[in-house]
């Protein structure tokens, strides 16, 4: 009897950029309508839109960048920050988990990106961190949005660096089934790790 050969996943329709963002944007607006979410015109990337495994995680970072404005929207310890933070760091957390195993844990293994893959993954587990020193603080004090705005310059900077540098690099090593299979992959993950996460507190101790 013959073997069945495996299907290939389904091509995902490319969006228009401007589509893209903007659809990234409302699902963050879905959590606080009333709260801007202005994200700006930038940074430039080629995937966003894309119908691969690039295309949907810059989706997210697009949704992430939009929670972080929102979050700076709000006022002391009131719902909307309550609520708008506890959505950023569950989508933060089921992101990066989901992306290390649908892109990053490939693109370790060839020599040529295993730097980039393990920064990405560092930077993760920096950004963790970071969240869970947010979470154990007062988010009515002054203190708390400035430390807030350095764990956004700093998860705006991973992005960007993802988008600009890592992705274009790891690209050039994978075919267009692997693209869109780590999509299928991603999709898959995101949801599950995300329903899992949970919110830590844990106050980081400076050395």
């Given at each position: 009897?013959?073997?069945?050969?495996?299907?290939?996943?389904?091509?995902?329709?490319?969006?228009?950029?401007?589509?893209?963002?903007?659809?990234?944007?409302?699902?963050?607006?879905?959590?606080?309508?009333?709260?801007?979410?202005?994200?700006?015109?930038?940074?430039?990337?080629?995937?966003?839109?894309?119908?691969?495994?690039?295309?949907?995680?810059?989706?997210?970072?697009?949704?992430?960048?939009?929670?972080?404005?929102?979050?700076?929207?709000?006022?002391?310890?009131s719902k909307n920050r309550r609520k708008l933070?506890?959505?950023?760091?569950?989508?933060?957390?089921?992101?990066?988990?989901?992306?290390?195993?649908?892109?990053?844990?490939?693109?370790?293994?060839?020599?040529?990106?295993?730097?980039?893959?393990?920064?990405?993954?560092?930077?993760?587990?920096?950004?963790?961190?970071?969240?869970?020193?947010?979470?154990?603080?007062?988010?009515?004090?002054?203190?708390?949005?400035?430390?807030?705005?350095?764990?956004?310059?700093?998860?705006?900077?991973?992005?960007?660096?993802?988008?600009?540098?890592?992705?274009?690099?790891?690209?050039?090593?994978?075919?267009?089934?692997?693209?869109?299979?780590?999509?299928?992959?991603?999709?898959?993950?995101?949801?599950?790790?995300?329903?899992?996460?949970?919110?830590?507190?844990?106050?980081?101790?400076?050395?």
């Open positions: 009897m013959a073997a069945k050969k495996s299907k290939s996943p389904a091509t995902t329709p490319a969006k228009p950029p401007k589509k893209a963002k903007a659809d990234a944007i409302a699902k963050a607006k879905a959590i606080a309508p009333d709260k801007a979410a202005n994200i700006g015109s930038k940074p430039k990337t080629k995937f966003r839109g894309n119908p691969d495994i690039f295309g949907r995680l810059v989706e997210d970072h697009d949704r992430h960048r939009a929670l972080f404005a929102m979050i700076e929207d709000t006022e002391g310890k933070f506890k959505e950023l760091v569950l989508e933060i957390k089921g992101h990066a988990a989901a992306e290390e195993q649908a892109l990053w844990s490939s693109v370790m293994r060839n020599p040529a990106t295993t730097e980039d893959a393990r920064h990405a993954v560092g930077e993760h587990k920096e950004m963790d961190e970071m969240l869970a020193d947010l979470a154990a603080r007062d988010m009515a004090k002054g203190g708390w949005l400035k430390r807030f705005a350095a764990a956004k310059e700093e998860y705006l900077h991973h992005i960007r660096e993802e988008e600009q540098e890592q992705f274009v690099a790891a690209e050039k090593h994978l075919s267009a089934t692997d693209l869109r299979y780590m999509r299928t992959v991603f999709n898959r993950r995101k949801k599950e790790e995300k329903a899992a996460a949970t919110v830590e507190k844990k106050i980081r101790l400076k050395g």
